[in-house]
């Protein structure tokens, strides 16, 4: 089994529509190439899809578009379009970025929620701070499952980012350990 990269979280760098995000051009300034990406329209909506390292598309994040007052329907098409390209390199780098995520939001009520649910939970960093704690894959699962709690109803890019940092460090202390026995 080939060890993964440590996991590398993006800064949210980009500011707008008053909230923080990892743009494209964060991801491609930490060093991490793009991947081509079209639009694929399916029966059950719009997604993109990106051109993965084998030359394989491969499905990414689906196009929502959202709620967004004193828009016209091609501005928030187009909003949708960005937001679901960010979330889809994302996912086919493997990568954590510390968005706000406000864009899911559609009304001021329910970014407010938001805000007040968001407050008690740990950031994707202190995550991954945890995890680089635990030695033992039952205290991995212990603590996913103490995640999962603290994250109900996770967006899909929140799912994806979670599910990836604690697959690495499982595969982490799995090499480890294996590395150990075949050394001793």
């Known amino acids: 089994m080939q060890v993964k990269e440590e996991s590398q979280i993006i800064k949210a760098a980009s500011k707008g529509y008053n909230y923080n995000y990892a743009s494209l051009a964060d991801i491609a ?11 694929k329209p399916t029966e059950n909506g719009d997604y993109i899809e990106y051109l993965d390292e084998a030359g394989e598309w491969q499905i990414g994040a689906k196009i929502v578009i959202p709620e967004m007052a004193k ?5 928030k098409y187009g909003a949708a379009v960005t937001y679901a ?20 939001t559609h009304s001021e009520d329910d970014a407010k929620a938001n805000e007040k649910r968001n407050a008690s939970r740990p950031t994707f960093d202190d995550i991954k701070a ?19 709690e603290l994250f109900p109803n996770p967006t899909d890019k929140q799912r994806h980012a979670i599910q990836t940092m604690f697959t690495i460090r499982r595969e982490e202390l799995t090499e480890a350990r294996s590395t150990y026995h075949a050394n001793n």
Not at 133 to 140: D, N, V
């Open 71 to 75: 828009s016209n329907e091609a501005q």
């Open 85 to 104: 390209r960010r979330v889809t390199a994302q996912l086919a780098l493997s990568l954590v970025c510390s968005d706000d995520d406000k864009v899911e």
């Open 29 to 39: 300034k930490a060093g991490k190439t793009i991947p081509k990406m079209r639009i």
């Open 130 to 148: 945890k995890l680089d704690t635990l030695t033992t894959i039952a205290a991995i699962n212990d603590y996913a499952k103490a995640v999962s």
